[in-house]
């Protein structure tokens, strides 16, 4: 767990020392995509070789689609009511 955090205050401080550098943000956005892409591949090759999970696919597939849903809904339900309160008087102010 040190070891994830120590990495994460390096990359911060990092960060911090090349904000100015536009060629340094262009390079780590494509950098981390890259990454991601990488990391959303990686996962789907041990989930299609975990013979478990491939098996019972339908039913899994049928419980993420309601839980993804309901994230969706959440999130814009929330986001919506965060604009309503914090952002949409300020609005009206101006």
Same mark, same amino acid.
């Given at each position: 767990?040190?070891?994830?955090?120590?990495?994460?205050? =390096?990359?911060?401080? =990092?960060?911090?020392?090349?904000?100015?550098?536009?060629?340094?943000?262009?390079?780590?956005?494509?950098?981390?995509?890259? =990454?991601?892409?990488?990391?959303?591949?990686?996962?789907?090759?041990?989930?299609?070789?975990?013979?478990?999970?491939?098996?019972?696919?339908?039913?899994?597939?049928?419980?993420?689609?309601?839980?993804?849903?309901?994230?969706?809904?959440?999130?814009?339900?929330?986001?919506?009511?965060?604009?309503?309160?914090?952002?949409?008087?300020?609005?009206?102010?101006?």
């Amino acid at each position: 767990m040190w070891k994830v955090i120590a990495i994460m205050a =390096v990359g911060m401080l =990092v960060g911090f020392l090349m904000r100015k550098s536009t060629r340094a943000k262009v390079w780590t956005d494509k950098l981390t995509s890259g =990454v991601i892409f990488l990391l959303l591949f990686v996962m789907g090759v041990a989930i299609g070789a975990d013979k478990t999970i491939m098996s019972s696919l339908h039913t899994l597939g049928i419980q993420a689609l309601v839980i993804t849903l309901g994230a969706i809904a959440g999130s814009i339900l929330l986001a919506w009511w965060v604009y309503a309160t914090l952002f949409k008087n300020k609005s009206k102010e101006s």
